[in-house]
């Protein structure tokens, strides 16, 4: 295309809004002029102060100019001095400021400008193809930064999101947290699926909505045989749009979509009068979006189920950061996973040898409670025993360190080496000798608590050896209660141990053992919560199975870590009487 001069011009972008700020009307008008015959949409103004109505008009209507044409012989303030308020602004800030003068116009006047925050300068009168080169430079900058800002705002939001997934404790909580945070990236309502090995689903949605707008278990099954069939064969991680038809209703909300706490903007598609949805009723996409659902799917195996992030298919801007969530999100599901069956293994197997009831105990009442700990938790490897021997019933309680399926194992092993080498020999520092040669022999980087106590029902004689476990507690039924003075290294170190202790029981003493996890609070020192189960166990009422009912009642919470209880009472009489953890 040429113009009037046979020089060619370059092809227009589309067209953008120019601000002309000029005292002088004719040459305000001359320069709108030619703007708008270049295809520009113009805004005039006669001073610094009408420019400043202007903007701030425009910006709560959403739409500012791309660029600003300054006078800097303004009458009410320099053109410097508005540039540089403009500027001051965040609401501002990125606007392109392009002054101008016919009178000042020397190198100390360019510098002004430049200094106080403009893009460019201009000396006027100018060709029309000057100023609209100019113009075009500006804006063309300008959209450079705004997407830069832009591009990298979203990669911030996702590294925040990522980081919030592998934090993550659970499935369930992975599918809400990954629901929240594309959401987030995205602008939109959002949902996050999370398919196991065992045909379940784990779903998160963005938003609240009553339960009645909730999608049936039909559409659900729907989504996992989609998940699947889209998968089927693939690794990795893509996105794709899903016509509507084919997407179950439901998904993305029950009503108008709202920026609440979970989505901290629309996205700007959603917002009226930029071509991609209106404001009508009936153009709502989070009933039923007509465009379809955009996808975001991953899978880290082909032997391990998909996930996948959902939102209206209009936030398809977005399919790059929501395809990596997507990706981040099925390596977290990876590992969860195959926790969960760690830990299914390491329970079964630790339950599995932690008996439901005791052996007869000639002489004496033995009680026992065993509580997991709580769901999120790890698997500890707490362990109870009380074992009929030839000198008196052996009572004994203990955790390995570490939590995990290694230290279940061992804990099983420690236990079944109790039980064999107690038939030999049932001293308790003979067997906490032995205890830690096994482990030092077999397990040399494992180390184990263990608090064992023989007791002889006819004499009351008890002996107790501890290595590095909580001691017993003596309770009286009088109303106290005292610790018995038995210490010693952990198993697994090798170190000298010293003799065991001595103390006697009657009748109504309760010899009571137990493991950290029922006193033990982060942040606590453990001689403080010693203190506070010495006073609780005083003031329980008589009897064993009411003192271990009172202390797990007491110190009930959501623990992080496994809870035994051993309590015994002689029975002065010689008759059998035995309680187990399920009683």
């Known amino acids: 295309m040429e113009n009037g001069t046979g020089r060619k011009r370059e092809a227009r972008p589309d067209p953008t809004t120019v601000l002309v700020v000029d005292d002088v009307p004719a040459s305000r008008y001359a320069l709108g002029a030619v703007l708008r015959r270049a295809g520009h949409r113009v805004l005039l103004a006669g001073s610094a102060g009408e420019a400043l109505l202007a903007l701030d008009a425009r910006l709560r209507a959403g739409e500012l100019p791309d660029v600003a044409l300054v006078d800097v012989g303004l009458p009410d303030m320099s053109g410097y001095d508005l540039c540089r308020r403009m500027k001051a602004s965040p609401t501002t800030a990125a606007l392109p400021v392009v002054h101008f003068s016919a009178v000042a116009h020397g190198t100390l006047d360019r510098c002004r400008g430049l200094d106080a925050g403009a893009e460019a300068y201009l000396t006027v009168p100018a060709e029309p193809e000057e100023i609209e080169a100019v113009v075009r430079a500006a804006a063309r900058g300008a959209r450079r930064r705004s997407a830069a800002t832009n591009r990298a705002g979203r990669l911030t939001l996702l590294a925040e ?38 045909g379940g689903m784990h779903r998160g949605l963005s938003r609240r909505r009553a339960a009645t707008a909730l999608p049936d278990r039909g559409a659900h099954d729907a989504v996992a045989r989609l998940l699947r069939g889209l998968m089927s064969g693939r690794t990795g991680a893509h996105s794709t749009v899903i016509p509507t038809p084919v997407w179950p209703a439901g998904f993305f909300g029950a009503g108008p979509f709202a920026a609440g706490p979970e989505v901290l903007e629309p996205h700007p598609d959603a917002r009226a009068g930029n071509g991609h949805g209106g404001g009508r009723a009936g153009d709502d996409p989070l009933l039923a979006p007509p465009d379809g659902a955009l996808l975001a799917l991953a899978r880290t195996r082909e032997d391990h189920p998909p996930v996948c992030l959902a939102t209206p298919a209009h936030a398809r801007d977005h399919a790059a950061e929501l395809t990596r969530l997507a990706h981040a999100t099925a390596r977290v599901a990876e590992q969860l996973f195959l926790y969960e069956k760690e830990r299914h293994v390491a329970l079964t197997l630790q339950r599995s040898f932690l008996p439901a009831r005791l052996p007869p105990t000639p002489g004496a009442e033995v009680v026992v409670r065993y509580e997991p700990a709580s769901r999120q938790a790890e698997i500890g490897g707490d362990f109870y025993a009380a074992l009929p021997t030839s000198a008196g019933v052996l009572a004994g309680i203990g955790d390995v360190v570490g939590h995990s399926l290694d230290a279940a194992t061992v804990m099983v092993e420690l236990r079944h080496a109790l039980c064999a080498y107690c038939v030999e020999d049932p001293d308790p520092g003979a067997l906490a000798e032995r205890l830690d040669r096994m482990l030092l022999c077999y397990h040399p980087d494992v180390t184990a608590t263990l608090c064992l106590a023989l007791v002889d029902p006819a004499t009351g004689r008890a002996r107790v050896a501890n290595a590095g476990h909580i001691p017993p507690l003596v309770v009286h039924d009088g109303g106290t209660a005292a610790y018995v003075a038995a210490r010693g290294p952990l198993l697994g170190l090798g170190l000298p141990r010293p003799k065991t202790t001595e103390v006697r029981l009657t009748p109504e003493d309760r010899l009571l053992m137990v493991t950290d996890g029922l006193i033990e609070t982060r942040g606590t020192d453990l001689a403080v919560s010693m203190e506070h189960l010495r006073v609780a166990a005083a003031g329980a009422p008589h009897g064993v199975t009411a003192l271990c009912d009172t202390l797990l009642e007491c110190f009930d919470r959501e623990r992080d870590d496994d809870i035994a209880l051993l309590a015994l009472r002689l029975t002065g009489d010689g008759r059998r009487a035995v309680d187990g953890p399920g009683s």
């Open 161 to 198: 999101a990522v980081l919030d997934i592998q934090a993550s404790g659970c499935p369930g909580e992975l599918a809400e947290t990954a629901a929240t945070q594309a959401a987030r990236l995205s602008g939109t309502p959002a949902a996050a699926f999370v398919l196991d090995d065992e």
